[in-house]
């Protein structure tokens, strides 16, 4: 079986969409039989060495003037290199598929949300016009879409009109770090940021949707020996808008921004955390989620959108408004050895829902369903 991947963001994006790329492509790429060919505008970056040792993985990086125009290749150019290496199956990973990919060539791609149709105020106009764009082109084209989430697949029916029956659910998982750690340098992490001894945990891009404010107005709640430590990267106005909240509410020494935080660190510290918290207004499945219950840590998400998907009875519930509410569920997290013990040990059951080897199976069963049609 060969398997074509736009792989650009499997070798240059750090965050969500680099992480799921990653995760299929290395889960499938141990399955006997299998040659992957990864679609690359140029393999160097932060993960150049990831595939390193994948014996089924085949790089593929523009060549000749398509190196000048690297992101007209990933559109134009892709499809007929694909064709011409034998791919069967090519693989969109976020939301778009390239043009001239031979009719022979089955076509997948993965949505992962559609928060720009949802939101677009959230997304520069230009941006908002290409998203689209590329996502009704691929909706179109694809063989199969692949949501990440019932929400996604609902999405997609209710907001693209995508046929119900074209579109399979296939949750992702989280990066493998989360899932081989130890936590045996959990302290040497939480003395390294100088973080104080009972922290709550806020991890996602500081921006208005993943509404950390509701975060920052709960902590004025809790005792004065909690922390809230925010970690991610700042994006436009809200980074300050929150900060002007923290200095509103007398909390600057309570409250720790992280912008650049190793992410090797971060199992150490969600598992050094006393919970995390989650308050997105809308979310393709909420991965923080995730990786909280991968870390042994209580978690308390938003009510709306996949999080109780990802969270399922693991996950403590809120109204991403309700700051009242969250601050509850936390004191309690707080006060209540018994109940947290318990929130941890089903935090153990809900995350092998994600496992990776069982995403990987999933996968590979869409793919063998369009190689048997």
């Excluded at 499809?79 to 390239?98: C, D, K, M, T, Y």
């Excluded at 949802?118 to 998203?131: C, G, N, T």
Aim: proline content about 5%; overall charge neutral; charged content about 25%.
């Amino acid at each position: 079986m060969v398997i074509g991947y736009d792989a650009k963001r499997a070798y240059k994006n750090n965050s969500g969409l680099g992480n799921y790329s990653r995760m299929v492509i290395g889960g499938v790429a141990r399955e006997a039989g299998v040659r992957c060919i990864l679609y690359t505008p140029s393999v160097g970056g932060r993960h150049e060495h990831y595939f390193d040792g994948c014996v089924r993985v085949f790089p593929r990086e523009a060549k000749g003037l398509w190196r000048w125009a690297k992101g007209l290749w990933r559109t134009f150019g892709v499809g007929r290199e694909a064709g011409r290496e034998g791919v069967q199956i090519f693989h969109g990973l976020s939301h778009e598929l390239p043009y001239g990919l031979p009719r022979s060539v089955k076509r997948v791609v993965t949505m992962h949300d559609l928060i720009v149709v949802r939101y677009p105020e959230f997304f520069h106009p230009v941006d908002r016009l290409i998203h689209r764009w590329k996502m009704r082109h691929a909706c179109r084209e694809a063989d199969v879409v692949v949501a990440i989430s019932e929400q996604t697949k609902s999405d997609l029916v209710g907001l693209m009109h995508v046929p119900e029956e074209k579109i399979r659910v296939v949750y992702q998982s989280c990066d493998p770090i989360f899932w081989n750690a130890t936590f045996d340098d959990t302290a040497t992490v939480v003395a390294k940021y100088g973080l104080p001894r009972r922290y709550v945990l806020c991890v996602g891009t500081v921006e208005e949707r993943k509404n950390q404010m509701t975060a920052v107005r709960a902590l004025a709640e809790l005792p004065e020996d909690v922390g809230l430590v925010i970690v991610g990267r700042p994006r436009g106005r809200y980074p300050e808008e929150v900060r002007h909240l923290v200095a509103e509410l007398g909390l600057a020494g309570r409250v720790v921004f992280l912008q650049n935080a190793s992410f090797g660190d971060f199992p150490a510290l969600y598992h050094g955390a006393v919970a995390s918290v989650y308050m997105s207004v809308f979310e393709g499945f909420g991965i923080p989620v995730l990786e909280s219950l991968c870390c042994d840590t209580p978690v308390v998400t938003s009510d709306v959108s996949s999080m109780p998907e990802a969270g399922g009875d693991a996950a403590l519930y809120a109204d991403p408004t309700d700051h009242h509410c969250l601050a509850s569920h936390l004191l309690r997290l707080l006060d209540d050895d018994g109940f947290r013990r318990r929130q941890i040990e089903k935090g153990r059951i809900q995350r092998m829902k994600f496992a990776p080897d069982k995403v990987s199976d999933e996968m590979m069963a869409v793919y063998r369903s369009l190689l048997d049609d």
